[in-house]
């Protein structure tokens, strides 16, 4: 079955970057748009970062210039680099196709 499973959450300081990474698998994943959410306690899942399958990239404006998504379709992996990171940037970080979720990691950004 398709399973994915992110990673690369934690604590930063404000400022400070994290890497978030997505590994894939019992799919096809080049043929996959996909995506990185995040989801804050009292608020709504909210779409951070898109990429299609050939390489084309959206963000919210919340972290444009300073989120980057990228992904690897020989390690069926997809990628959020987060930097200047800000404490409103505290969320569970998910990654998705829009049908297959994973688990989500935590990222909590203070001083």
């Known amino acids: 079955q398709v399973q994915l499973v992110e990673s690369g959450g934690g604590l930063v300081q404000p400022g400070g970057s994290l890497r978030l990474s997505c590994v894939a698998s019992?799919?096809?994943?080049?043929?996959?748009?996909m995506g990185w959410y995040r989801q804050a306690p009292g608020k709504q899942r909210e779409l951070v970062a898109r990429?299609?399958?050939?390489?084309?990239?959206n963000y919210a404006d919340s972290v444009k210039g300073r989120f980057t998504i990228s992904r690897d379709n020989v390690k069926n992996t997809v990628y959020l680099q987060m930097n200047s990171l800000k404490p409103e940037d505290t969320a569970s970080y998910y990654c998705?196709?829009?049908?297959?979720w994973g688990q989500g990691t935590q990222v909590t950004v203070s001083s």
């Open positions: 019992g799919m096809i994943f080049r043929m996959f748009p």
């Open positions: 990429i299609t399958n050939s390489g084309s990239t």
């Open positions: 998705g196709t829009g049908q297959y």
